[in-house]
């Protein structure tokens, strides 16, 4: 897994802990998050190689927190009081740091959740916390409660609302695994270089440069001066994950269809309940999609129509999209199918609120609008390792060929039916010039796709 001369593959007590944790078949399907639940969400469906699981990355991730945490206690000159105690913890928040994660990872929780629970600020991180709780609970886990809370601490640690540490020694254990800090961690280590590499992009991200330049100074790590590059295309290359693969707009689509067949079937099959009951939600995976296609409700035919689409390649049809300029960025509001119907002319053909979806997708350098390694995100370097001097770089200081913008917004609008595609592609353009006073797409849509049925 990523060896390097300087990281051997190891596992030395791998197995052992997963065997100490994947008690009973429940144990083993939680743990490993499933094999049914991938990593990238519906990306396979656009990409065919992307279909490496959750089980894979929290493997990944398992070996590069052991790797981490290894390389900072043997720093030479430092002793930061690192022992087995820290270094198991720390591999196990690895481990489970994605146990909570729903059907298709992220869509479940961004996507299908807020719609069927009116704006639900439900998180796999919480629930990731419910599940290590109850597979130590459910399987009579003999493990340290100490130890079991900091790996909760440390799933949650990314969230802007986590919890206070229990501890305040070693807080630079909670920036490995989830960085809440600054956002650079072994997690987008390992899916950055799987994704990139399964979707055959050719990234080149050298992670092995920030592990092994990495020191603690007053309980933060802080990364060589030489690697402030480095640390730059860590960001700038999940940004491009993001628009590339992960909202690719066919990926999009997809997306779009299984949260509709998903919230059309949740009150036959209670899907959104079981996000309340670990005992339940553990089952809940992406064969969600089978047991729909299979279920003898007829309750369920628009779900299974729309499954039956996706498998058919009948989907749901990318019109158009546009950036925010950005000097509208900062107030901009959140576009809706209402804006867009506002907008058609009288063409004979009446466009419903039913008939569009509208995709507002954000991508920024994890965060939002302000630059991801600046004073404010705590990014900091330090010269050597002869003094304990750190700061932050500025941006000039390091190119002036470094972005001046770290956030997008694309609005993309799709139409359902086939036949309205061309009234809601007028729509969406007259949309533009009311708001912005111009068509600002970048691409036209062809007239040949216009006129397809």
């Known amino acids: 897994m990523f060896a390097t001369k300087k990281f051997p593959g190891y596992s030395v007590d791998l197995f052992k802990t997963i065997n100490a944790l994947c008690v009973g078949a429940e144990g083993l399907k939680v743990v490993t998050d499933s094999v049914f639940i991938d990593i990238s969400g519906v990306t396979h469906m656009v990409y065919p190689g992307a279909v490496h699981s959750r089980f894979e990355h929290s493997l990944g991730v398992y070996w590069l927190a052991g790797a981490a945490i290894n390389m900072i206690k043997n720093l030479p000159g430092e002793d930061l009081g690192i022992d087995h105690f820290d270094i198991q913890t720390v591999k196990l928040a690895g481990l489970l740091h994605d146990v909570g994660h729903g059907p298709f990872s992220h869509v479940f929780e961004r996507e299908f959740l807020p719609r069927v629970l009116n704006g639900c600020q439900w998180s796999h991180e919480e629930m990731s916390r419910k599940m290590i709780e109850h597979i130590a609970d459910e399987h009579y886990i003999e493990i340290e409660r100490e130890m079991l809370n900091k790996v909760e601490e440390m799933v949650v640690a990314s969230k802007e609302n986590a919890p206070s540490k229990s ?24 899916y950055m270089v799987r994704d990139s590499r399964a979707c055959r992009l050719g990234y080149e991200f050298q992670f092995p440069r920030l592990l092994e330049n990495m020191r603690v100074i007053d309980d933060e790590i802080c990364y060589r001066a030489k690697e402030c590059l480095t640390v730059h295309k860590l960001f700038y290359m999940r940004a491009d994950l993001h628009r590339t693969v992960y909202t690719h707009a066919k990926v999009k689509a997809i997306e779009l269809m299984i949260v509709d067949a998903l919230t059309k079937a949740n009150d036959e099959l209670q899907i959104a309940p079981s996000i309340q009951d670990p005992a339940t939600y553990w089952k809940l995976d992406d064969t969600i999609i089978k047991t729909i296609e299979t279920h003898p409700s007829p309750k369920l035919k628009e779900s299974k129509d729309l499954i039956q689409r996706i498998r058919r390649r009948e989907l749901y049809q990318f019109c158009n999209e546009f950036s925010v300029p950005k000097e509208k960025l900062e107030h901009f509001k959140t576009v809706t199918p209402q804006d867009i119907i506002c907008s058609q002319k009288s063409c004979g053909v009446t466009i419903k609120e039913e008939d569009i979806v509208v995709a507002n997708v954000k991508i920024d350098m994890t965060r939002g609008r302000n630059n991801p390694v600046d004073r404010r995100t705590r990014c900091l370097f330090s010269q050597d390792y002869e003094t304990n001097d750190k700061f932050t770089i500025e941006d000039e200081r390091i190119s002036h060929l470094l972005p001046s913008g770290h956030q ?46």
């Open 167 to 190: 501890s305040k020694e070693k807080l630079f254990l909670y920036d490995i695994v989830a960085n809440g800090r600054n956002g650079i961690d072994v997690d987008k280590f390992d």
């Open 408 to 453: 997008d917004m694309i609005v993309r609008v799709y139409s359902k039916k086939p036949e309205l595609f061309a009234a809601v592609c007028e729509a969406f353009d007259n949309f533009q010039v009311k708001t912005y006073g111009k068509i600002i797409q970048v691409h036209a849509t062809p007239e040949k796709k216009k006129h397809q049925r």
